[in-house]
T-cell receptor, first 116, second 114 residues
């Protein structure tokens, strides 16, 4: 079974609009962490935001926020006021603490295209 | 300000050849990882290391070997390359402590096996 599911292979958004990238996860571990990474066309992996399973508030980092709904096991990334430079692949990843070694499991990614 | 450095950045091999990918980090991180990324898929863990002298298998370890002789270096070896190993390879590292520590990635190595 997929541990991380990103159901949107591609999304197209107009510049300056907000965009939500979906991520659902599957775990029986009560302690886990969720990460979002951005991969531009140049190929590097850039860490964006983190949400811990026990965090009371949704994580925010500049224009990025995480809509964490624990009961639904979803951790959607919200990008406000999108910019052309936001065009990239976005990956959701999970770390289950009982797996040790801080290993990450990645989703298949969503390709976001921002149109001018 | 190097972070995680991977060499080489590109390589083309013939089936059956061997090669080693080098990953070096200057952040004194304990944990290091090797991933592969295939088209349309997320990153999959090949091998990882929780400290100098230790290695462990990840999700897709077959056909690869690794070594961590020094804390700052993590080597990925292909003994007999196969076309199925054509991929982009990423190395990453992270601190041992702190559940919220992100993995820091290198820029990737694009490997083609003919």
């Amino acid at each position: 079974a997929q541990k991380i599911t990103q159901t949107q292979p591609g999304m197209f958004v107009q510049e300056k609009e907000a965009v939500t990238l979906d991520c659902t996860y599957d775990t029986s571990d009560p302690s886990y962490g969720l990460f979002w990474y951005k991969q531009p066309s140049s190929g590097e992996m850039i860490f964006l935001i983190y949400q811990g399973s026990y965090d009371q508030q949704n994580a925010t980092e500049g224009r990025y926020s995480l809509n964490f709904q624990k009961a639904r096991k979803s951790a959607n990334l919200v990008i406000s006021a999108s910019q052309l430079g936001d065009s990239a692949m976005y990956f959701c990843a999970m770390r289950e603490y009982n797996q040790g070694a801080q290993k990450l499991v990645f989703g298949q990614g969503t390709r976001l295209t921002i149109n001018p | 300000n190097a972070g995680v450095t991977q060499t080489p950045k590109f390589r083309v091999l013939k089936t059956g050849q061997s090669m080693t990918l080098l990953c070096a980090q200057d952040m004194n991180h304990e944990y290091m990882y090797w991933y592969r990324q295939d088209p349309g898929m997320g990153l999959r863990l090949i091998h990882y290391s929780v400290g100098e002298g230790t290695t462990a298998k990840g999700e897709v370890p077959d056909g690869y070997n690794v070594s961590r002789l020094k804390k700052q270096n993590f080597l990925l070896g292909l003994e007999s390359a196969a076309p199925s190993q054509t991929s982009v390879y990423f190395c990453a590292s992270t601190r041992q402590e702190g559940p919220n520590q992100p993995q820091h990635f290198g820029d990737g190595t694009r490997l083609s096996i003919l």
